[in-house]
């Protein structure tokens, strides 16, 4: 059974980082692609990127390049997410997911609120 | 960017009756498209991928048609636990969704 657990969300201040982690199993984690995508309270998807097998291509929504970065590590099954200059339009519910370029399976979701 | 448009914004529907909903992609994306359903609280849940192709484990009252721009979702004779969240995907250049499609019974 594929299953992804997101971790590493919570309340954070204007302007800090935060790096949110997603544990693989169930599959072969080095073979699939894997993406992030958040979710506003309220609002509808917003694809933030993906990496390939080997992190040799990572794409991301151009609003976002310069603020987040997608990273993975293979021998531990687990991909990364680091945010950093975060602002309140970061408050969200991030996704991590199993990219076939459609999403297949998906995480639970991590929740990062971004308050003073 | 392609921009992906949804529509509706809200459906009812009753029970047994037959719902559509539509993205329109602001250029080609050659069948690139995939629909989601998310329920209240939940992660979403693929339905359909590369337009028209069902999911492993999606009930066949759901099916996906289109092409070129145009893409429509149908499901047929709706249950009660449809009631959701749709959203549309295109992955033929990078990814972006639609703004979803809340689905409730009349």
């Known amino acids: 059974e594929v299953k992804l657990v997101e971790s590493g969300g919570g309340l954070v201040q204007p302007g800090r980082s935060l790096k949110l982690s997603c544990a693989a199993s169930?599959?072969?984690?080095?073979?699939?692609?894997m993406g992030w995508v958040r979710q506003a309270p309220g609002k509808g998807l917003e694809w933030i990127g993906e990496i390939n097998q080997d992190s040799s291509t990572i794409n991301y929504t151009p609003s976002l390049k310069d603020k987040f970065t997608i990273s993975r590590d293979n021998a531990q099954n687990t991909l990364y997410l680091q945010m950093s200059k975060l602002g309140s339009e970061d408050t969200a519910i991030y996704y991590c997911a199993v990219s076939y370029d459609w999403f297949a399976y998906w995480g639970q979701g991590t929740l990062v609120t971004v308050s003073s | 960017d392609i921009q992906m448009t949804q529509s509706p914004a809200s459906l009812s529907a009753s029970l047994g009756e037959t719902v559509t909903i539509e993205c329109r992609a602001s250029?080609?994306?050659?069948?690139?498209l995939a629909w989601y359903q998310q329920k209240p609280g939940k992660s979403p849940q693929l339905l359909i991928y590369n337009a028209n192709s069902l999911h492993t484990g999606v009930p066949s009252r759901f099916s996906g048609s289109g092409s070129g721009t145009q893409y429509s979702l149908k499901i047929n004779s709706l249950q009660s636990e449809d009631v959701a969240s749709y959203f549309c995907?295109?992955?033929?250049?990078?990814?972006?969704f639609g703004a979803g499609t809340k689905l409730e019974l009349k």
């Open positions: 169930g599959f072969s984690f080095n073979d699939y692609w």
């Open positions: 250029e080609d994306i050659y069948n690139g």
């Open positions: 995907q295109q992955y033929y250049n990078y990814d972006t």
